[in-house]
C-alpha cells in the first residue's frame, strides 16, 4: 500500500487556503473525513440498523465554492463494501473519482479506507453524493452544493435551506428483497413527519422557520429509491430557478416534480399570512393494471416567526389568525398520485436561462441511438428454461434495447483495463443503437400483471457499453415501454450533463417529434425523466473521456439490470486524454496486496 498519512480530524470539515500560485485567487481545498459506520435508529417504533456517514442522515453536507478542489477521506467501518459516487460532479478528465464499483474503482473493503479528490469547476448549484452499492444509497446520502463564484442570475435569498426528500425502511437494507418490498415511510430531512405514529406517538416532522418577506432558497433532493414525489407548500408557490446545477429561466409553480437523482432549486416567498402551513411530499406511480404501491406521503411545517413573542413554543404554536387558523396548519391540496400528466407539465415548462455558463446546442450529430426501456425475463439457469406461469425457472430483469446489465467477472475495474490495454474490455457488448425488433412500445396490453414471473418476453444478460470517439455529439431517444409494466425512467449519466430537447407520449416519432425540439434553450440535467408509456430525446457531447455509468435511477430498475456504460475515448491531446490515476489510487495489484491476496493480474506501467 502506498503510504500516505490521512488527517486524523474524523470530523466534519476543514478548509484550507492555499497560497500556491498556480491556484487562482480564493479557490480552497475543501477536506471531509466520512466514518461509515451503523448505528441504530429509532422509527416507527423499531429499532433499525442503518449505514450512514458521520452518524447522521442525511450524512454530511458538502459546501463548497466553484473552482474548489474537494478531498474526501471515506473510512469503512461498516460491514459492506462501500464507495460514493459525487452525483451531477462532471469529474472531468478524472474519472477514477466517480465512485462505480469495478466500473471506476475497486470497492472499498470493511475496515478500510479510500481517499477521493476532485475539483469542482465550470458548474455551480445544488448536487449531491450518495453510496453506489445496491440499496445502501437510501441512507449513505447527503448534500453537495457548489456556489457560484461570482454570484446566482437570480435574488439573494435570506437563507438557503436543503429539502432532501428520502424513504425510511425498517428492515434492514442489506436484506431487502429487490422486487417485493417497499419503505415504510417518505422523510423530508430524514424526518417521518406527523402522518406516520406508533403507540400514539408521532413521528416528528420537519420544521421550516421562515420570517414574513422573505425570500428561501429551497434546495430540493430526490434521494429516494423507488418513487418520483410532488412536492407543495400550502399557501405558497415555488419559482424554479435551477434543477440538476444549471439555472432555468424563472418559472412559477405551486407545484414541484422530481424524481430520483434530480434536484430542483427553488425560490420560496414568506409572503404568506403568518402561521403555519404544511410541506407535502407524496410519491406518485402508475395507474392499475401496474402493481400498486402503498402511498406514503411525508409532511413538513413551514412556520412563520412571530416576532411579537419570543418563546420557542409560541413559535411552535403559530402565528394568530391568518389563513391557517388556529393550531392546524393549512394544507396543500394534493394531486392524485395517479396522475402523471402534473410531472410532464412540470418537465415541459423548463427552459434553462440564457446564462455564460450554459452552451449552445450542438447543431450536428455524430451519434444516434433509440434506447428502449422496459423489463423481460432470463432463465435462471443454463440457456434454456421453460417459460409460462412456472415461477421458478425465469428471472425478471430490467433492459435497454432488450439486453440488461451484467457486470463481468473481473479481479480489475475497467476503467483501469481501459486506460491499461488490459484484456477485460474484450467481455462488453455492444449496446446496440436500436431496439432489435420494432413493435408497439407502448402498448398498454404488454403490462402483466399477477404473478411476477409470467410468461415475459425472453432477453438476455450482458456488460453492455458504447464507444464514442472524444468530441462526439451523442442524441439519444429514451423510449419506455409497456413491457410488464409502465413505469417512467430517470436516466442518469455520469460525467456528462444532457440537453433536454423534447418528451412526448407514446412511441417516438422521429419524422414528427425532431419538430417539438427544443434546440434555443432547453434544460440541462444530468437526470432526465422519461415518462412512462413515452420517450425523452437528449443530446450530450462525449467529451470527458473514460467510462460513465448510464442508468436508471430507480434503484430497483438499477439493480436489475437497466444499465449500459458509454465509453468516450481519448482526444488527440493530453488535455482530452484521461490522465493517470492519481498518486494515491491503489491500481489492482496495490490493492491486491493491501488486502493480501495472491493473484495480481498482469498491469503494465506502473
Ligand atoms: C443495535 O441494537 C442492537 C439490539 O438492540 C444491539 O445488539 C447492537 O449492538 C446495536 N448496534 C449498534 C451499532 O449500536
Ligand atoms: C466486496 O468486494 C470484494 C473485492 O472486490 C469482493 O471479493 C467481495 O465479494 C465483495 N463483497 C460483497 C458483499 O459484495
Ligand atoms: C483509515 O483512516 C483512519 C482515520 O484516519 C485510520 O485511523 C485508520 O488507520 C485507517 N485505516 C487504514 C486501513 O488505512
Ligand atoms: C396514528 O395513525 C393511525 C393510522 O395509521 C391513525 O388512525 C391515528 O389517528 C394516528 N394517531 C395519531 C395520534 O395521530
Ligand atoms: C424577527 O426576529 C429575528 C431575530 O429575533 C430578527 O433577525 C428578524 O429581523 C425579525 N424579523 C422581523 C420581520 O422583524
Ligand atoms: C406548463 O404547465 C401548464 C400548467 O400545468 C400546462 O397546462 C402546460 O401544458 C405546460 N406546458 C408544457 C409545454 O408542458
Ligand atoms: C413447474 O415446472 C415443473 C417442472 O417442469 C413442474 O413439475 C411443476 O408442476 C410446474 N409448476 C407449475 C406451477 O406449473
Ligand atoms: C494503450 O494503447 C494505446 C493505443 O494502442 C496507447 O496509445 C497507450 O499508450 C496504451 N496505454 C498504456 C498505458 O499502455
Ligand atoms: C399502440 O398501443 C396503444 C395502447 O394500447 C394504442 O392506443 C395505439 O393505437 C397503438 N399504436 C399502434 C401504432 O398500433
Ligand atoms: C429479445 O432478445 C431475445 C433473445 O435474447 C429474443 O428472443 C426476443 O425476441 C427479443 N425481444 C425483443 C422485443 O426484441
Ligand atoms: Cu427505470
Excluded at 473493503?109 to 437510501?138: C, I, K, M
Aim: proline share 7%.
Amino acid at each position: 500500500m502506498k503510504s500516505r498519512s490521512l488527517p486524523l480530524a474524523a470530523t466534519t470539515a476543514a478548509i484550507f487556503f492555499l497560497s500556491v500560485a498556480a491556484l487562482s485567487v480564493g479557490t480552497a481545498v475543501v477536506e471531509h473525513t466520512f466514518v461509515v459506520s451503523q448505528v441504530n435508529m429509532t422509527h416507527l417504533c423499531r429499532e433499525t440498523l442503518v449505514t450512514v456517514v458521520n452518524g447522521q442522515l442525511p450524512g454530511p453536507a458538502i459546501d463548497v465554492t466553484e473552482g474548489d478542489s474537494v478531498v474526501v477521506h471515506v473510512v469503512n467501518k461498516s460491514p459492506y463494501n462501500m464507495t460514493i459516487h459525487w452525483h451531477g460532479v462532471k469529474q472531468r478528465l478524472n474519472c477514477w473519482a466517480d465512485g462505480v464499483p469495478m466500473i471506476t474503482q475497486h470497492p472499498i473493503l470493511p475496515d478500510h479506507n479510500f481517499t477521493y479528490r476532485f475539483d469542482v469547476s465550470g458548474q455551480e448549484g445544488t448536487l449531491w453524493w450518495h453510496a453506489h452499492v445496491p440499496l445502501l444509497r437510501a441512507t449513505v446520502h447527503g448534500t453537495f452544493i457548489i456556489r457560484p463564484r461570482h454570484g446566482a442570475p437570480f435574488l439573494k435569498p435570506h437563507k438557503e435551506i436543503p429539502i432532501v426528500i428520502g424513504e425510511w425502511w425498517v428492515e434492514d437494507l442489506a436484506f431487502v428483497d429487490t422486487t417485493a418490498e417497499y419503505n415504510s415511510a417518505s422523510t423530508i430531512n430524514g424526518k417521518l413527519g406527523d402522518l406516520y405514529n406508533c403507540s400514539g406517538a408521532m413521528e416528528e416532522g420537519y420544521k421550516l422557520d421562515v420570517e414574513p418577506g422573505k425570500i428561501y432558497l429551497l434546495r430540493v433532493i430526490n434521494a429516494a429509491l423507488l418513487s418520483e414525489y410532488y412536492l407543495k407548500i400550502a399557501g405558497h408557490k415555488f419559482t424554479v430557478v435551477a434543477a440538476d446545477a444549471n439555472y432555468i429561466s424563472p418559472y412559477t409553480t405551486d407545484i414541484i416534480a422530481i424524481a430520483p437523482g434530480q434536484t430542483v432549486d427553488a425560490l420560496v416567498v414568506a409572503d404568506a399570512s403568518p402561521g403555519r402551513y404544511y410541506m407535502i411530499a407524496l410519491p406518485n406511480q402508475p395507474p392499475k393494471p401496474d402493481f400498486q404501491s402503498p402511498v406514503l406521503v411525508t409532511r413538513g411545517i413551514v412556520q412563520y416567526s412571530n416576532n411579537h413573542s419570543s418563546g420557542h413554543d409560541e413559535l411552535v404554536r403559530g402565528g394568530a389568525g391568518g389563513s391557517s387558523s388556529g393550531d392546524v396548519p393549512m394544507s396543500p391540496e394534493m394531486p392524485d398520485n395517479h396522475d402523471n400528466m402534473i410531472s410532464f407539465y412540470f418537465r415541459g415548462n423548463l427552459t434553462s436561462l440564457h446564462h455564460p455558463r450554459h452552451l449552445p446546442v450542438p447543431g450536428r450529430i455524430d451519434e444516434r441511438l433509440f434506447i428502449t426501456l422496459g423489463l423481460g425475463s432470463v432463465c435462471r439457469q443454463g440457456q434454456s428454461c421453460k417459460r409460462g406461469d412456472n415461477t421458478t425457472d425465469n428471472l425478471i430483469v430490467a433492459t435497454m434495447n432488450n439486453v440488461s446489465f451484467q457486470l463481468p467477472t473481473v479481479s480489475t475495474p475497467l476503467l483501469e483495463a481501459h486506460y491499461y490495454n488490459t484484456s477485460n474490455m474484450e467481455l462488453l457488448q455492444e449496446l446496440p443503437d436500436v431496439p432489435p425488433r420494432v413493435f408497439n412500445f407502448t402498448d398498454l396490453s404488454l403490462i402483466q400483471t399477477g404473478p411476477k414471473e409470467k410468461k415475459l418476453e425472453p432477453t438476455s444478460k450482458a456488460a453492455l457499453a458504447r464507444r464514442f470517439r472524444y468530441g462526439a455529439v451523442v442524441e439519444v431517444v429514451f423510449q419506455s415501454t409497456a413491457l410488464m409494466q409502465s413505469d417512467s425512467n430517470p436516466m442518469h449519466l455520469h460525467g456528462h450533463d444532457m440537453f433536454v430537447l423534447a418528451q412526448g407520449h407514446g412511441n417516438y416519432d422521429m419524422v414528427r417529434d425532431v419538430a417539438k425540439y427544443n434546440l434555443v434553450n432547453p434544460p440541462v440535467t444530468n437526470t432526465v425523466l422519461v415518462p412512462r408509456l413515452g420517450w425523452v430525446a437528449v443530446r450530450f457531447v462525449a467529451d470527458n473521456p473514460g467510462i460513465w455509468y448510464m442508468h436508471c435511477h430507480y434503484e430497483f430498475h438499477l439493480t436489475m439490470g437497466m444499465v449500459a456504460l458509454f465509453i468516450v475515448e481519448d482526444g488527440p491531446t493530453e488535455s482530452t486524454s484521461l490522465p493517470s490515476p492519481p498518486v494515491d489510487f491503489l491500481v489492482s495489484d496495490e490493492y491486491n496486496l493491501q488486502n493480501e491476496k495472491t493473484k495480481l493480474p498482469q498491469i503494465n506501467g506502473i
